[in-house]
């Protein structure tokens, strides 16, 4: 029996080789360790910024003022969205997945710089506790106890940013360290991704997941570095008063706001995207059918990435912008929604008379579908100037993009925890307790944000912390979808890791995939990955009759089909 | 990761055919590539920081020429020369290093290192300079609404020039900081006639630091060169 990456002293090291088991994990360079420590990470800050979020429904379940005060209410918001963006959703799946899967796919033993990557982990493991001191940041008033996290929203908006007494400066400082992170990510996938392909493997033989994370590394590298300068000029704005952000200075808000979104649209892109690519590994495996349109799959990708990167003014259709912008902005944005729907249409055809195995994995990538399906199309709607007029900063975009990036994101990286598990762990969850917890997510998000919907069409605005009594009842509705979820969510969690403890063994490739990650002599793989690099002259999804048409010896990597 | 020299795997095709496997160890063109991509970070960073600098501009002409006008152009000018030498430096060491010239790269680099501090001592003098009349991040006369305040736009003109020349003068400390590893790779034997990768990158990222002020100098000492209002009239 060999041994796998997971058992101690297998594992390459940053620095020297030292004997126990605890700094073999914190000076690891190999990516499926790296991968693992991130979701670690991710998920204890992920649940911090549920329970903020579950604060502040409850504040919002009775119509006016009870648990948290409306000084208090505007900090919890934006803990919520600093978290989920900055820490969690945006390096997300690349981090985990991306480290964790696309060098197996790609039939590499590691990233092209591994020590590169593991600074990098500590990189971002350094921004994350920037971002805690400002959290306990706090002051004695008379007193009482003050806490002085920001209160800005996660898009720091100037003038009020600038204004504020609240620790902005902290939090934008851990915004820029979690950005530099991401760069360095972007630069070391791109890499990787140009350089060690297996023999044989051109970009058209890769995996649809390496076409998502090589569009989104694109995004990091372009977009990113302009939202870290804004970050410095808001912050020296802030400090030394240089007026470049304030209209009282001859300033101009309205440029912050360009230089956010330039950045931060392209942002929503770079998080959909990897998920995208495990939808599409997830559908043809489950289909047990080569994928419909590769091509289209994965050229729509490269494309989102570039129109994405142009339609950002659709933020700031009230900011103050000439017509003709906004309408170019708008028509821009529309475009966006081909690709998208080249994608959909392109999953449902592989769907069609295929021998559909409604296991987990797919059951989270079929529930997307609908999810991202509405995030998606009311994303059309509010890329309309006129109705967007109507519908900025109500809850009909807040239940807009919880149900693209809840709905379709964070979805689909579960979708892609189930998939991986018995490759990552060598384990199985339970079946029969992943499918309930399914079921409670689904229900629960959408009877979480589809009253938003009705609520904000009738005017409810965001990041109020309390309303007109008209308006209880879509909170209370949406009190108990939070619940429902967050039982999910909970019940999920719980059986991934009694199911890492205890659970029974996984066969070999237990999905009858196609792709090389489960072409690994063991499950989970060893140190670096396949015995011996593969030479790749076949699609990445062949089937035939329902079963992978590549079949390899697992000790000399040779194809024996 | 030992310092044994890598072997390449080689894979074998149904043909029987061999190819040779890329890894990620000893990767010339990979480190050229990654390092290529960084540098494209930077010029998004400082790209963006010009495009503020222009928009303003368009916005507070006057103020703007006004206040470039006071920057000290012989400083700025010969900064400009000495950093162009010292790109030459740096090339030259690299192409001494690929002939296997260690001892004459290091002079080179040592060459560059000694630019790079003459350019900083400059930098300091006109910050000093500027300093001392009244002119810096945090004096009252760069903080608006009082009695000694600047116009708005020239304000924002000297805030912008700090922000901009300090982090490109963080750059060149960097770079000094760099070079000096590199100079401690070059006498460990990590740095050599056939493993220059480290060389050629620093060489790259000094041309691109060298790049970013060939930019800053028109952008902040030149717009207010033709007299002290520029050639047009401004409102007081």
Redesign the interface.
């Given at each position: 029996m060999s041994k796998s990456y997971l058992d101690a002293g297998e594992t390459?090291c940053a620095i020297g080789h030292p004997k126990s088991v605890f700094w073999q994990w914190m000076l690891t360079v190999d990516h499926k360790r790296i991968g693992i420590m991130y979701a670690a990470v991710m998920f204890v800050f992920f649940f911090v910024a549920v329970f903020t979020a579950v604060l502040m429904r409850a504040e919002l379940f009775y119509h006016g003022p009870q648990i948290l005060d409306g000084d208090t209410f505007n900090q919890a918001f934006t803990l919520h969205g600093v978290i989920m963006i900055f820490l969690f959703i945006i390096p997300g799946i690349p981090a985990i997945f991306g480290n964790i899967v696309m060098p197996l796919m790609i039939g590499?033993?590691?990233?092209?710089?591994?020590r590169l990557n593991w600074f990098t982990f500590w990189l971002y493991i350094f921004g994350c506790i920037v971002a805690l001191t400002s959290l306990f940041n706090f002051s004695i008033t008379e007193g009482e106890l003050v806490f002085n996290f920001a209160d800005t929203g996660w898009t720091f908006y100037a003038p009020y940013s600038l204004n504020t007494g609240t620790n902005v400066v902290t939090t934008l400082v851990a915004a820029f360290i979690l950005g530099m992170a991401s760069?360095?990510t972007?630069?070391?996938f791109?890499?990787?991704i140009?350089?060690?392909r297996?023999?044989?493997m051109d970009f058209f033989k890769m995996p649809l997941f390496v076409w998502g994370i090589y569009a989104t590394a694109w995004i990091q590298?372009?977009?990113?570095?302009?939202v870290?300068?804004?970050l410095?000029?808001a912050i020296?704005?802030k400090?030394?008063?240089?007026?470049?952000f304030?209209p009282?200075?001859?300033?101009?808000p309205v440029?912050f706001q360009h230089?956010f979104w330039?950045y931060s649209h392209p942002a929503v892109y770079l998080m959909i995207l990897p998920a995208f690519g495990i939808m599409s590994e997830i559908i043809p495996a489950f289909s047990r059918r080569e994928i419909f349109g590769y091509r289209t799959i994965a050229l729509s990708s490269a494309s989102i990435a570039g129109i994405g990167y142009i339609v950002w003014g659709h933020h700031l259709f009230t900011s103050g912008m000439s017509d003709l912008a906004k309408t170019i902005f708008s028509f821009l944005t529309f475009f966006v929604a081909i690709p998208t729907g080249i994608k959909f249409y392109d999953w449902v055809a592989t769907l069609y008379k295929g021998k559909i195995v409604l296991k987990s994995p797919m059951l989270w990538a079929l529930g997307t579908i609908i999810t991202f399906a509405i995030g998606g199309l009311t994303g059309v709607t509010i890329a309309m100037v006129g109705s967007d007029i109507h519908l900025q900063d109500t809850y009909y975009s807040v239940a807009h993009f919880h149900y693209a990036i809840l709905g379709g994101v964070v979805f689909l990286l579960f979708a892609g925890m189930h998939y991986w598990f018995p490759l990552v762990t060598g384990k199985f969850y339970n079946e029969a307790t992943a499918k309930v917890a399914f079921y409670l997510n689904f229900i629960g998000i959408n009877v979480l944000w589809f009253p938003m919907f009705i609520a904000g069409y009738l005017g409810m605005p965001r990041r109020y912390f309390d309303y007109l009594p008209e308006f209880e009842i879509y909170h209370q509705v949406a009190g108990i979808g939070a619940l429902i979820l967050v039982a999910g969510l909970l019940l999920m969690f719980y059986n991934f890791i009694s199911s890492w403890k205890s659970g029974e063994k996984a066969p070999h490739n237990p999905w009858g995939a196609t792709t090389l990650e489960w072409h690994t002599e063991t499950l989970p793989p060893i140190l670096e990955n396949h015995t011996?690099?593969?030479?790749v002259?076949f699609n990445p999804y062949e089937y035939h009759h329902g079963q992978p048409k590549v079949k390899f010896d697992y000790k000399t990597?040779?194809?024996i089909d | 990761m030992g310092g044994h020299e890598y072997v390449p795997e080689i894979a074998t095709d149904r043909n029987g055919v061999e190819h040779e496997v890329q890894g990620w160890q000893d990767d010339f063109f990979g480190g050229k590539l990654g390092f290529w991509l960084f540098m494209l970070t930077e010029v998004m960073m400082f790209g963006s920081m010009f495009l503020a600098l222009t928009y303003y501009f368009t916005l507070h002409h006057a103020d703007f020429i006004n206040a470039s006008s006071s920057l000290n152009r012989y400083l700025g000018g010969f900064n400009t020369v000495i950093l162009l030498i010292s790109a030459l430096t740096m090339g030259l060491g690299l192409l001494e290093m690929r002939a296997g010239n260690v001892k004459k790269a290091k002079l080179m680099i040592w060459a560059t290192i000694i630019f790079a501090v003459i350019f900083l001592g400059v930098k300091a003098v006109e910050w000093s300079a500027e300093y001392s009349h009244g002119i810096f991040l945090g004096l009252p006369a760069l903080q608006g609404g009082g009695a000694e305040s600047l116009p708005f736009g020239e304000i924002m003109f000297f805030g912008l020039y700090f922000t901009m020349t300090g982090l490109h003068g963080f750059h060149i400390i960097i770079g000094i900081g760099i070079m000096l590893w590199l100079l401690k790779r070059i006498n460990a034997g990590k740095v050599t006639k056939d493993h220059y990768i480290l060389h050629w990158n620093i060489a790259l990222y000094w041309d691109l630091v060298h790049l970013i002020w060939v930019f800053v100098f028109p952008y902040f000492y030149m717009i207010g060169a033709g007299d002290i209002t520029g050639g047009v009239g401004h409102g007081h």
């Open positions: 390459h590499a033993k590691d990233v092209s710089f591994p760069i360095l972007g630069v070391n791109l890499v990787t140009h350089r060690l297996a023999p044989g590298l372009l977009a990113t570095p302009v870290g300068i804004t410095v000029l020296m704005e400090y030394f008063g240089i007026g470049i304030d009282s200075r001859g300033g101009d440029l230089l330039i011996k690099v593969p030479y002259d990597m040779q194809r | -």
